[in-house]
């Protein structure tokens, strides 16, 4: 399920790959894909940094939560991290894949700490989400570490990004999404290492889960959430949203929710 992208000559220096149509189908077909080298060495480092910093001096979602530190929004609060919740290449990608305009939903660091002892068991994503009419959604996880198995990369289950008969699950209990889907539990996995810069890109339906951090360096990942530019909020209540004062209908407003731009072949 790995690609290889070709590079185009730009004076971006966001600019990514061009992903060949076979690595769109591929996506498609499967709810998932991953695309090495979509950063550059000077670009992990400095973003790794950035996020390692962030670890140290923000709290984050549910502090007392073994799995992970999950910080939310960063990009509102760190200008190295927008640059990168922001970044014109993913964007482009992800609109690529998706096929229709998009907008950040949110961006999330999960950063798993050395030795953290517990995995994020198997979910969707998109059933937490309070949206509706929504064309598509996909998320890009950028490694800002070499994330081998051991390390707490990805497993996908391909081909279950239609399924929209399954409840939000637990994702502390290794159980919970195949007593909401006892057939995918016979479904067949893919696991997909990661070097740092690598990304995977994953609908917001498919089921996946990633391993606990059994080695000794932390697990840093940073993540993009993009969704359909034109979907509308449903009313379900959501940490990103209940803010805002939205009512059922309203579309998510620009300044909380960027539009990100149009892939180049679009």
């Known amino acids: 399920m790995t690609t290889a992208a070709r590079t185009t000559e730009s004076t971006d220096q966001q600019a990514g790959p061009v992903l060949p149509e076979e690595i ?10 991953h695309v090495p080298g979509v950063l550059r060495p000077e670009e992990v480092e400095r973003y790794r940094n950035a996020a390692r910093s962030v670890f140290d001096r923000e709290q984050g979602l549910h502090p007392d939560n073994p799995m992970f530190k999950q910080v939310v929004n ?9 640059e990168l919740t922001l970044h014109r290449g993913l964007a482009e990608l992800a609109t690529r894949l998706a096929g229709v305009p998009l907008r950040i939903w949110h961006d999330q660091l999960l950063i798993k700490p050395p030795h953290n002892g517990t995995p994020t068991e198997f979910h969707q994503d998109a059933p937490y989400w309070p949206h509706a009419d929504s064309r598509h959604s996909l998320s890009a996880w950028v490694a800002l570490v070499d994330v081998p198995v051991e390390r ?31 057939d995918l539990a016979y479904q067949p996995r893919v696991t997909i290492p990661l070097r740092a810069g690598d ?3 994953h609908n917001g339906y498919t089921p996946h889960t990633a391993n606990a951090n059994d080695t000794d360096e932390f697990r840093l990942a940073h993540v993009n959430i993009y969704v359909d530019r034109e979907l509308h909020y449903n009313g379900r209540r959501h940490v990103c949203t209940d803010p805002l004062g939205l009512e059922p209908g309203d579309p998510l407003p620009d300044d909380s929710f960027p539009p ?3 892939d180049r072949g679009a």
């Open 74 to 82: 960063i990009w509102r609060r760190d200008e190295v991290l927008r």
């Open 260 to 262: 990100v731009p149009r």
């Open 199 to 201: 990304v995977t890109f």
């Open 152 to 182: 707490g990369c990805m497993t996908f289950i391909p081909g279950q990004q239609e399924r929209r008969d399954i409840r939000a699950t637990d994702i502390s209990d290794a159980h919970d999404l195949f007593d909401a889907a006892p």
């Open 24 to 33: 769109v189908a591929r996506y498609r077909s499967d709810g998932f894909v």
